[in-house]
């Protein structure tokens, strides 16, 4: 088969390693806009369940990724200055450059060629491909020039969020939530490597429009970052990579496929990254549209028939959940109303999908915490 890529992420760099893996014979190519070595964000964090998941589909790729991650075995919800730890959640991250470059070297290795600077935008450059893959992000033009027949919707949600990294190498995955005049700052941060940090700066859009950030340079958004956050930070800088407020675009397709073109990753479907499965769902497009292929041979209408149906139910739990989720992060203002303890039992069980059972196997001492506030829900437990 003669595959064509368009974008050099997790999902399409993944899924060309499955393909060629399994079948040398198959002339590969993926297309990637950005030089080799650029990237935008910090980290990627895997759950342990995610990898879990990697484990049990390609343990030959979970040896490979995961000796180079940090881990941890909680994580941390930070009301004002009370700090709960919060046992049973473990998570592993890397830098989203290192990621991306050991993907480059593993596919190159195994014959596929990535193009990179190369900038693509009709998909008649690709005239006798048996597969177009899309896996070119959430502005995928892609989709975009052909939204009417994938079915897209696209809901831009209101909150406002902007991803920086520091050099303060945190214990955990955190959630810090911080009261200030203007209202209350999210931070959503975790080490990924020994010395940096994903640190994510998210607010409601009022608090946004109170802090004057619509009229602040870049340099000024960072220092008043920074001021909210010094006790977290303990005078390490915010630094930025291409840093710029941002919406978040719940995107969404009915039909994942058109003719022999197939939307992956971030074009077919985009989850908060208060869940953090974004690289982890790519991942699992990827395995997803190689088995519909192994099932199907080189039948591509089949297979990418068979890739919707395969995928569908567990991506769109997940999808539903994040949903949920982000949800939960426009309410932060009204949540922060909470006493600290009220507040992180309601962050573990915001998308309902943690039960107080639940709560009470992954870290007791938060169940007693619920309990005690509300004695009458557990006379009869």
Known sequence: MKIEILGGGPAGLYFAALMKRVAPSHRITVHERNPRDATWGFGVVFSDRALEFLRADDDEMYRYLTPHMETWQHLTIVHNDTRIPIAGNGFAATGRLELLTRLYDYVERLGVEIRFN???????????????????????WVREQHAARFGTHCDWRP?????????????????????????????????????????????????????????????????????????????????????????????????????????????????HFSIGSGTRLAMEDAIALHKAFAECGEDVPAALARFQALRMPPMKKIWDAANVSLRWYERMGELMKLDPWEFAYSYMTRTGRVAHEDVRRRDPELAAAYEARHPERFAAA
Do not use: Q
């Open 118 to 140: 190369e900038e693509v935008n009709d998909l008649a450059a690709f005239a006798g491909a048996d597969l177009i893959v899309a896996a070119n992000g959430a502005a995928s």
């Open 159 to 271: 909150n406002k969020f902007i991803w920086y990294g520091t050099t303060k190498a945190f214990e955990s995955l955190s959630l810090t939530f911080r009261d200030t005049p203007h209202g209350v700052f999210c931070a959503h941060h975790y080490r990924y490597s020994p010395g940096m940090s994903t640190f994510l700066v998210e607010v409601e859009a009022d608090t946004w429009s109170r802090a004057g950030f619509d009229r602040l340079s870049p340099e000024e958004t960072m220092r008043h970052c920074e001021r909210v956050f010094a006790t977290d930070l303990d005078g390490h800088p915010i630094l930025s990579n291409n840093s710029f407020w941002r919406n978040f675009p719940a995107i969404w397709n009915e039909r994942w496929s058109v003719d022999n073109v197939v939307l992956m990753g971030d074009a077919l479907r985009t989850a």
